[in-house]
């Protein structure tokens, strides 16, 4: 008489293989409705933007299939939540900025980008100025997006690039008692760079005249725009009445006048803190001038 006898398998079926792309990373026990690769793949991502701090994308896809397995293969959930965090590569969430469409640098944060900006434009914003609105020459642009983390720079790296200079041609039309050193000042540069730069520029200068200059002009400027309110005094007229009933020395002030006021707002646009242009926003007189009058003889 044969006597067969049959072991149970020290293999169980009830466990999953958990994948980072075609890489195995070891057993947990349970099946598909214990286990669920989106579930490990929201936790593993949560922990570890909670320890960086920010925002990320995997790069690897977390997959999880039934297998057979022993018991001393198989780990616990958090044992292999732990090997898919030391396995996989991610993307942090950062802020690209983009100057005319063109990447530039990415910051940190948008919040980042957004305080640079205010920060960079505040060099041109005096404390005293009535500031309406500011804004870049350029189009500014920030977008979040998922990046290497060894992409991200710091704001200093930003302000290199936005401090960087260009010669652009300007045209300059010369106004009565210009000097070539005084329009250099106005233009925000200096008689001996203004003239290296641009040599065959006319010594003699006329009203009217047009010159075409190149500047070096920096890659990111900021054009403010700011409010500045005059009020001015309307003298108040004599207005002089003749009562022909009185000897011709006769004065009396029947009514004792005042001077008005005049307000007058002008909004002034200003490239870099230097003036570009200026219009009235409105011209209003605020205290109607009394006149003085007085009656005479005749």
């Known amino acids: 008489m044969v006597i067969i006898i049959i072991c149970a398998s020290a293999a169980s079926k009830n466990a999953m293989e958990i994948f980072v792309d075609d890489t195995s990373i070891g057993y947990v026990r349970g099946n598909a409705k214990k286990i669920s690769a989106s579930d490990l793949e929201t936790t593993v991502t949560s922990q570890i933007s909670q320890q ?24 616990t959930t958090d044992s292999i939540i732990s090997k898919l965090k030391d396995n996989v590569t991610y993307k942090v969430k950062a802020a690209v900025v983009y100057v005319d469409g063109e990447e530039i640098g990415v910051l940190a944060s948008e919040k980042e980008a957004n305080d640079f900006f205010e920060s960079f434009a505040s060099q041109y914003i005096s404390e005293e100025a009535n500031l309406k609105d500011w804004e870049f020459t350029r189009d500014v642009t920030v977008k979040e997006a998922y990046v290497d983390r060894d992409k991200i720079v710091n704001t200093d790296a ?8 260009r010669l652009e041609p300007t045209t300059y039309v010369v106004q009565s008692g210009d000097t070539l050193s005084g329009i250099a000042s106005k233009l925000g540069t200096s008689y001996s760079q203004m003239m290296g730069d641009n040599p065959n ?12 200059i190149l500047l070096p002009t920096p890659y990111i ?7 500045t309110e005059e009020v001015t005094v309307i003298p108040r007229e004599t207005e ?22 005049r307000k007058v707002v002008t909004q002034v646009t200003k490239v870099n803190g230097i003036f570009e242009s200026e219009s009235i926003v409105s011209d209003t007189i605020t205290v109607q001038p009394v006149n003085d009058i007085i009656v005479v003889g005749q």
Do not use: C
């Open 52 to 75: 960086i701090g920010t925002d990320i994308q995997l790069n690897e896809e977390i997959t999880a299939k039934p297998a057979h397995a022993s018991k001393k293969n198989m780990v």
């Open 158 to 165: 930003i302000r290199v690039k936005f401090t960087e200079t």
């Open 201 to 212: 520029l006319p010594t003699t200068l006329y009203a009217g005249q047009e010159l075409n």
């Open 240 to 261: 002089q009445q003749v009562d022909d009933t009185k000897s011709s020395d006769y004065k009396r002030i029947v009514q004792q006048g005042s001077d008005g006021e």
């Open 221 to 227: 400027s900021v054009r403010t725009i700011e409010e």
